[in-house]
């Protein structure tokens, strides 16, 4: 039986990608729907091309509630953001890690939301953060170790999704902007970062690899 291994899981937006002041101009700012929009922000790619290295999987696991709301990409003549726009994303940001030599060893994200248009996927759902579905999923699917993994995000429902999961509270990575005092607490005790760079240093060096 081949054992289980840890790995890291990672939210994408305003994690990995500069999502919020790419779509400030847009009605629901963070909601990144045109594969034009993506940008890595500074460091991600070559922080997960470091956790590759060192034989880490990486897993996204991202909330995309704006299918399920029918939200519309710029320009807004384009189709509603479905299933296939956030793959369109996903494709992107995978292609610019790529010039990182960085690879996504999966993505989970949750289409669901309670206030929606889209009957098929307006309604609560286990997936939906902060449940720990897509950790869940994600472990049950690749083989993964909850208890040894690690998981960065920007929000507090990312590492609460975390720790609900049963990643321990203090592998569960919080992203600190500057300035930003209340998000510290909001991570119940657990660690924070100004990045997803000194995140994975931070995971490579609590882990010796």
């Not at 291994?5 to 629901?28: C, E, G, M, Q």
């Not at 790529?98 to 994200?109: K, N, P, V």
């Not at 449940?131 to 920007?154: C, F, T």
Request: charged share 20%.
């Amino acid at each position: 039986m081949t054992e289980s291994k840890p790995a890291v899981f990672l939210d994408r937006d305003d994690t990995i990608t500069n999502s919020h002041p790419r779509t400030a101009h847009l009605p629901r700012p963070g909601d990144l729907l045109d594969p034009d929009l993506v940008e890595l922000l500074p460091g991600a790619g070559e922080a997960i091309a470091k956790l590759n290295a060192a034989g880490w999987p990486v897993v996204v696991f991202t909330s995309q509630g704006g299918i399920a709301r029918g939200d519309m990409p710029p320009p807004f003549d384009r189709p509603r953001a479905t299933l296939a726009q956030v793959e369109l994303v996903n494709d992107r940001v995978r292609a610019l890690l790529a010039g990182f030599d960085a690879r996504l060893d999966a993505i989970y994200y949750c289409p669901f939301h309670p206030i929606g248009t889209v009957p098929r996927f307006t309604r609560e759902h286990q997936w939906r953060k902060p449940q720990p579905g897509m950790l869940l999923s994600a472990a049950a699917e690749l083989g993964l170790d909850l208890s040894r993994s690690w998981a960065v995000g920007d929000m507090a429902r990312d590492t609460e999704a975390a720790r609900n999961a049963g990643i321990p509270a203090n592998q569960a990575v919080l992203l600190v902007k500057t300035g930003d005092a209340d998000a510290g607490g909001a991570n119940q005790g657990g660690p924070t970062a100004p990045d997803l760079a000194r995140a994975a240093e931070m995971i490579l060096g609590r882990n010796g690899r």
